[in-house]
């Protein structure tokens, strides 16, 4: 039992600092709630957990990690629709290359070594909610860190109280 203890709190060791929040649009108001520490370093779990929560309504999560980078994914029948704000954190974060491998992105080692941070993905998965691609390029282009691009795009959509109620709880 010591055994699966010790690997247990290696693997929460392991996992990088940040936040996932799920985000529900549904009869005209936003819901926000946590999603699992395991979302910050496994797309598929970010998705299930997503899909999990059957809502009438938009539902997308917001994936901070390490205040380095940020992805939004958004579940779909046909696949779910991605952002990656920062494509050259792919060298670095199993995530954000998993990410990029979903996009199919045709992107070298060399050019991600070579490059400046650039976004990679759907830039218009938001804008039937309220963000359009244009806002969240500029938001993108900013040079902030990974929670104030999310703070202001939660600004520009109307959620923004909901995500700090739950970033309070997750101590953030």
Known sequence: MGVQRAQAQQQVADL????????VREDGAWRCAPLKRAALVD????????RELRSA???????????EFF???RPAPSGARLLLSDATAALD??????VLEKLDADLSLEELEEDDPFEEGDLGLLADLGLPEAVLGVILADDEYADEQLSRIAQEMGFNDELVAVLDKLGR
């Open 16 to 23: 990088p600092d940040g936040f996932g929040v799920a985000v």
């Open 71 to 73: 992805v939004i994914v």
């Open 93 to 98: 974060y199993d995530i954000a290359a998993d």
């Open 43 to 50: 797309l598929t779990a970010a998705e299930t957990e997503l």
């Open 57 to 67: 309504g938009a539902v997308f999560g917001l994936l901070n990690v390490d205040d």
